[in-house]
């Protein structure tokens, strides 16, 4: 599985943005967006099962920001009213063997990994 994140950039504090991530290979389950920022470890955001009816957010992010799926293959993160602690380097992440019950949030469920995309939010 290839996965190509992309449409971060710089925002001001309280706009969106909206970032995507193209799949390609084999079929998987979950799909997750995770994110780092300088000097932190990288942390969950959200996830979206195969069917994307089933999310699931962290507390952080959780009535700002919504996950998405299409074909099953594509995947977006829409972040609103993004906050300058919401800077980071966001990475898309895909798994295998999961029902579409299950929304895995640790970094050791994914298997598969793509490029991070920069996200700004200046105040």
């Known amino acids: 599985v290839q996965l190509q994140a992309s449409g971060g950039g710089l925002v001001q504090a309280g706009g969106s943005l909206r970032l995507s991530c193209a799949a390609s290979?084999?079929?998987?389950?979950?799909t997750g967006w995770f994110r780092q920022a300088p000097g932190k470890e990288r942390e969950f955001v959200a996830t979206v099962s195969w069917s994307g009816e089933n999310t699931y957010y962290a507390n952080s992010v959780q009535g700002r920001f919504t996950i998405s799926r299409d074909n099953a293959k594509n995947t977006y993160l829409q972040m609103n009213r993004l906050k300058p602690e919401d800077t980071a380097v966001y990475y898309c992440?895909?798994?295998?063997?999961?029902?579409?019950?299950?929304?895995?949030?640790?970094?050791?469920?994914?298997?598969?990994w793509g490029q991070g995309t920069q996200v700004t939010v200046s105040s």
């Open positions: 290979g084999r079929t998987f389950s979950a």
């Open positions: 992440a895909a798994a295998r063997g999961y029902s579409d019950y299950v929304t895995p949030a640790h970094e050791y469920q994914y298997q598969y």
